[in-house]
């Protein structure tokens, strides 16, 4: 017998093994897509649900004023027809007439102007207030054109764009925040129906306009089941309990494409791994971490090569700076920190640490790689203890600055540009643990222009002194796994942006 014979075989025992305790609730006969994630969906609301799938979420429910294609990341035209800048720091969009809400509302420009003010108002503690913090005022022409005004130039204002999700401003002050969390109407292709059981249950909306990059979908029924565990996801999928899933490690996808009723697909992303590091002090004032011979200690005792080519798979690559090298302004000529263990130890014995120490490391994407940096940390004497959350746990924690040491890893939204990751997790940031003020005055002047050269050359400076102070632990790229149904068929995004109102039955 084969391995991957003997591979398909064994899932089809798994599957079996948990066929009683899981209801069927999938496939073409019921017209259902039953997409399954491991991530927990906190809210319904878009601007409490963190993550990419959040963003997942809010493709389904809500629009945006303009859309990026998935495949050539060209701008399009959304809940806007046409924008132009009127000089370097006002934006104005036309919208487009006869948009409803979920609900029957008319979408207006009176609600851009509530999203907008909303997103950006501190008090109200939206997860990402970076894509509409750079907006000083709104300005409402007539009911169907707005202008935005910036505090500053602010070069990735439109890519900012792409990520606020339209919301109804009478309707949702109307129900309060916790109703609308629960039960969210937006202008998007799917509507909330429901929850069955731990599963929330969206519909086509019928209504949804035509003219735009998005449709009407094709499929009715869209189900958003949370499976934490990715062996019962793998089981699931196999025996045809759910008909969609991704994040599939390289070894269980391979198994799963010796099964006939299975397609999988490896694809590219903006994705990259690494470790965020307290090197300010924020977590623990005189923790380990805030010495740089240690930082750089366990930038050396990680075999990134090594996890990406057999945990991670496909076109998985090393990175050396805190960006995904096909980015713009990802400065690649920054210091390297080599797979070496022994120099590891020896930079840990000269900060005080030659018999190590422990501490706490956060996780919550992929546990064969949490463990196996876990052992290569071991290997050198860090002995650290792995806590397993949800991401949007693991992120609060360490905004509340009580988790050190993260294992995380970014996907840009979508955005080709090295000030999507800066922005998130330096310049003063929430999740900034650095606070270094060269680095965040060169993001600043990054952030600041239209110039491309400047821009380079400010985030060239910013890369570098991030990798010279050991910031983060940057570890590889992260092309995904998706697993799939093989009645199903619908587009593989370049982004992570998954548009399954295209999806349909074969």
């Known amino acids: 017998m084969s391995r991957m014979v003997s591979a398909a075989v064994s899932l089809s025992l798994l599957a079996a093994s948990v066929a009683a305790a899981t209801p069927a609730f999938a496939g073409k006969a019921d017209d259902t897509l039953v997409a399954?994630?491991?991530?927990?969906?906190?809210?319904?609301?878009?601007?409490?649900?963190?993550?990419?799938?959040?963003?997942?979420?809010?493709?389904?429910?809500?629009?945006?004023?303009?859309?990026?294609?998935?495949?050539?990341?060209?701008?399009?035209?959304?809940?806007?027809?046409?924008?132009?800048?009127?000089?370097?720091k006002t934006l104005e969009l036309h919208l487009r007439k006869g948009v409803t809400f979920h609900n029957g509302d008319p979408f207006t420009a009176k609600d851009v102007a509530y999203t907008f003010n909303f997103a950006a108002d501190p008090k109200n503690k939206v997860f990402d207030r970076i894509t509409s913090a750079w907006i000083e005022r709104v300005e409402v022409i007539d009911d169907y054109t707005v202008r935005l005004h910036a505090s500053k130039?602010?070069?990735?204002?439109?890519?900012?764009?792409?990520?606020?999700?339209?919301?109804?401003?009478?309707?949702?002050?109307?129900?309060?925040l916790q109703a609308f969390s629960e039960q969210p109407v937006g202008t998007g292709p799917y509507k909330v129906a429901g929850k069955?059981?731990?599963?929330?249950?969206?519909?086509?909306?019928?209504?949804?306009?035509?003219?735009?990059p998005k449709t009407k979908p094709e499929i009715k029924t869209l189900v958003?089941?949370?499976?934490?565990?990715?062996?019962?996801?793998?089981?699931?999928?196999a025996r045809g309990g759910v008909d969609w899933a991704w994040y599939i490690p390289a070894d269980q996808a391979e198994r799963l494409a010796a099964i006939p009723t299975v397609t999988v697909v490896n694809a590219p992303t903006f994705r990259i791994g690494f470790l965020t590091m307290d090197a300010a002090g924020l977590a623990t004032p005189d923790g380990p971490l805030t010495d740089t011979r240690v930082r750089e200690a366990i930038n050396h005792a990680i075999d990134r090569q090594a996890i990406a080519k057999t945990l991670i798979g496909g076109s998985a690559e090393p990175i050396r700076s805190a960006c995904n090298p096909i980015q713009f302004g990802c400065e690649q000529d920054v210091k390297d920190y080599a797979y070496e263990p022994q120099r590891a130890k020896q930079l840990l014995a000269e900060a005080g640490f030659a018999d190590g120490f422990d501490i706490d490391i956060y996780g919550f994407r992929s546990r064969p790689v949490a463990e196996a940096i876990v052992g290569y940390l071991g290997a050198v004497g860090i002995r650290a203890n792995l806590v397993w959350q949800q991401y949007s746990a693991v992120v609060q924690q360490r905004r509340d600055r009580k988790a050190a040491l993260v294992i995380d890893d970014f996907g840009s939204s979508g955005i080709a540009d090295a000030g999507a990751p800066t922005k998130f997790y330096f310049n003063g940031a929430p999740d900034d643990q650095s606070r270094d003020a060269e680095v965040d005055a060169w993001l600043e002047e990054a952030g600041s222009t239209n110039d491309?050269?400047?821009?380079?050359?400010?985030?060239?400076?910013?890369?570098?002194?991030?990798?010279?102070q050991a910031y983060w632990t940057p570890?590889?790229?992260?092309?995904i796994n998706y697993v799939m149904s093989a009645e199903l068929e619908g587009p593989v995004p370049k982004d992570e942006n998954v548009e399954f109102w295209k999806y349909h039955w074969k």
């Open 452 to 468: 491309a050269d400047s821009r380079k050359q400010a985030f060239s400076a910013a890369f570098k002194r991030i990798a010279d």
């Open 475 to 479: 570890l590889f790229t992260m092309p």
């Open 36 to 88: 399954t994630f491991a991530a927990q969906l906190p809210s319904l609301d878009r601007f409490y649900a963190p993550g990419r799938e959040g963003f997942l979420l809010g493709l389904l429910i809500y629009d945006t004023l303009i859309y990026r294609d998935t495949q050539t990341f060209e701008l399009k035209s959304l809940l806007a027809t046409r924008w132009k800048w009127i000089d370097e």
């Open 153 to 176: 130039v602010t070069p990735l204002a439109l890519q900012y764009i792409v990520q606020v999700p339209m919301m109804p401003a009478d309707h949702r002050e109307k129900i309060g």
């Open 196 to 212: 069955k059981g731990s599963d929330i249950v969206f519909e086509r909306f019928d209504s949804y306009f035509d003219g735009g």
């Open 224 to 237: 958003y089941r949370t499976v934490p565990d990715v062996n019962t996801q793998v089981a699931e999928l």
